[in-house]
């Protein structure tokens, strides 16, 4: 049944956009005034800078949140990480425990939804303008990140729903409706059904649309170009075909695919590293001097720090929430062990791999450099780092990978494409637990959202949407509005968790499954 539902929905996509590509530009003209008229104030609002400085205020509500987390459980980041290791290993592991998919599975669906890229073009786009330094308050605001992951993860374990077929929901949307109501608070319901609202639109752009459309970018790079559609029905078919079988096909997959295209992308970055190792020191020097006397960049020390900031919250999505219904969905008791594996993530998501990015930028000789003062040469315009043959974004990152071995960009497009896969079929996950939260659950409910989300595929490989990706990505830092303000209520809750926890770890009573 589901094999021809999926077929007749590639085949209905297969007619009907070759005629809608032909008048794909007047289309895409008529819904970017559309939506940049309807929805301009709205982006601007969540993107607005702090009055008198050019520091998103969205960027700093993440950064307080992360340090607040980060100084009220007692840096649990840097305590519990060994023990993060040892969950995620299987160590602790009950195969009677409630929940569909296991700590390592759960970790490389949200590692999926968030390594993406931003680790790849958003981070050239930040060393790009701020410089290397740029890279330093990256590293910090990933560590930082850690413990709101940590909060929110939690959460979203010990208030999840679980259903009597095993199946289970959760996330913002369930832990701060409950939560709110076990303290008695009100207006739980409502910061619910308004997170699972932002969730579903970024699900659809950011986490979908954006996607496809950088992958046929990056496709039609290479192999010359072609319409777009065709890359999305490809996509949608492979998309559908994981995420009909719910979680634990999307876990299935993320676990091989994650890893994979974690270790395709480090180590050709390692590769890069090794043969330039005579400059790693170097490069290590620009990213601390850098961070502190701006060498120059674009608006100098504050410049580095507000692109390190920027791209760290962007890339990791600590705080956002998003996470959180990936984590909701693992086989555990104990809430706590969830939100322990989860501080992982902005680790390997921000500090290994993002770092890796701006290494290998930083010593490919792509930024230039005035040879007298040591500084760098800004562009004509003045607001960024001038680079050789003018490249930004991933083209930055590609001309970097390229620069020591000319077909590492082929290597690089391969990852793109594996990192937009991954991300589609995560965020599918966020936007259907957030459908079923306001539409309620069943297959019907299910299958509905899941075909919306194939073509919306289709439709971001096709077109180009600037305002609909824009106001997308302004909804998905509208989740961290509403989660991070729920959170600060609901905190006590989860550091009763960890206090009875690390007790009982302490005491004994929670013993290894597997030694």
Sequence with gaps: MLKTISLAIITFLSVVLP??????????????????????????????????????????????????????????QFRYF???????????????????????????????GTVGLGNIAGVAVAVGIGGPGATFWMILAGLLGMASKFTECTLGVKYRNEYADGTVSGGPMYYISKGFKELGLPGGRFLAVLFSVFCILGALGGGNMFQANQAHAQISGIVGDYPGWITGIIFAG?????????????????????????????????????????????????IFAGAFTGLGVAGGFVGALIQ????????????VGSAAIAHSAVKTNEPITEGFVSLLEPLIDTVVIC????????????????????????????????????????????????????WFPFLLAIAVVLFAFSTMISWSYYGLKSWTYLFGEGKRSELTFKSI?????????????????DFSDAAIFAMAVVNIFALYFLIGLVRKELASYSSRLASGEIKKFNS
Aim: proline letters at 3%.
């Design 19 to 76: 005629t809608y590509a032909q008048e794909a530009m007047t289309l895409d003209q008529k819904v970017n005034e559309v939506f940049a008229t309807v929805t301009g104030p709205f982006v601007s609002l969540i993107f607005a800078p702090i009055p008198g400085t050019s520091f998103p205020w969205i960027v700093m509500w993440l950064v307080i949140a992360a340090t607040v987390f980060t100084l009220y459980f007692g840096f649990v």
């Design 82 to 112: 060994k023990h993060a290791v040892s969950l995620v290993k299987g160590d602790y592991s009950d195969p009677n425990d409630a929940g569909e998919v296991s700590h390592f599975q759960a970790l490389a669906t949200a590692l999926s």
């Design 238 to 286: 492979v998309v559908f075909a994981v995420i009909v079988g719910g979680i634990k096909s999307i876990a299935s997959v993320t676990e091989k695919v994650v890893p994979f295209m974690g270790i395709l992308y480090v180590g050709a970055a390692l590769i890069i590293l090794l043969v330039n190792y005579d400059k790693i020191g170097w490069a290590f020097s620009q």
């Design 308 to 319: 390190g900031f920027k791209r760290a919250a962007f890339s990791n999505e600590a705080g």
């Design 355 to 406: 770092t890796m990015t701006a290494l290998v930028i930083t010593i490919s000789g792509q930024l230039v450099m005035d040879a007298e003062t040591g500084n760098f040469v800004l562009n004509e315009a003045g607001n960024a780092i001038q680079t050789v043959g003018g490249t930004s974004g991933v083209a930055l990152t590609s001309a970097a990978f390229g620069a020591s071995i000319s």
């Design 453 to 469: 989300f194939c073509i919306f595929i289709v439709i971001g490989a096709a077109a180009s949407l600037g305002p609909v990706i």
